[in-house]
């Protein structure tokens, strides 16, 4: 790993782990924050040494882990196995059949392709879209993974992951026949 994918990541963990420990105020502060920031958020900035000009990018993953993190949650989202692409696949439910013929991903392809298309502010708002959508369903996922597609660095390993988790389910189908 990279210094600065060293960097991310240590930054991503450490961002959702203080989210898991805040207290419930704190964590709903996390969540309305809009471009002023939240105390949560200043804290962590100073504490992990984040350079102003990516201030806004973590700021976004910030109220993201936030609208993940249930006021009653003590631990982290964070599972280091479940990459966001799958998860937006399979919105959380690992044991999901994807390979039914009525069986549809959690987010549409056509959705998926639209935000891997979208770029500056565009990008952020579906990227929002989708956690609010998955946040509903309290799931785990790799964090470092939601801090990349926040970054905007992984597209081809997000997209990966995604159609990964859709084909899994037809590779489990031909196994088993």
Do not use: C
Not at 38 to 48: E, I, T, V, Y
Not at 71 to 87: Q, T
Not at 146 to 152: K, V
């Amino acid at each position: 790993m990279s210094k600065p994918e060293s960097e991310i990541a240590h930054r991503a963990l450490a961002i959702a782990a203080a989210l898991a420990t805040a207290d419930p105020g704190d964590k709903a502060e996390a969540r309305r924050m809009g471009s002023a920031g939240s105390g949560l958020f200043w804290r962590q900035l100073a504490r992990l040494n984040i350079p102003q000009e990516q201030e806004r990018n973590w700021l976004l993953f910030t109220r993201l882990v936030a609208l993940m993190t249930p006021a009653s949650r003590g631990e982290s989202i964070h599972e280091g196995d479940r990459h966001l692409g799958a998860v937006l696949a399979d919105g959380g439910d690992r044991s999901k059949a994807l390979n039914l013929p009525d069986a549809k991903p959690f987010l549409s392809e056509t959705r998926f392709a639209r935000f891997l298309a979208a770029r500056g502010s565009a990008r952020a708002d579906n990227l929002e879209r989708m956690i609010r959508m998955l946040a509903r369903r309290s799931p785990t996922l790799n964090v470092v993974t939601l801090a990349h597609a926040t970054i905007g660095w992984s597209d081809d390993r997000l997209a990966a992951a995604y159609y990964k988790r859709i084909d899994q389910s037809h590779i489990k189908e031909h196994q088993d026949a």
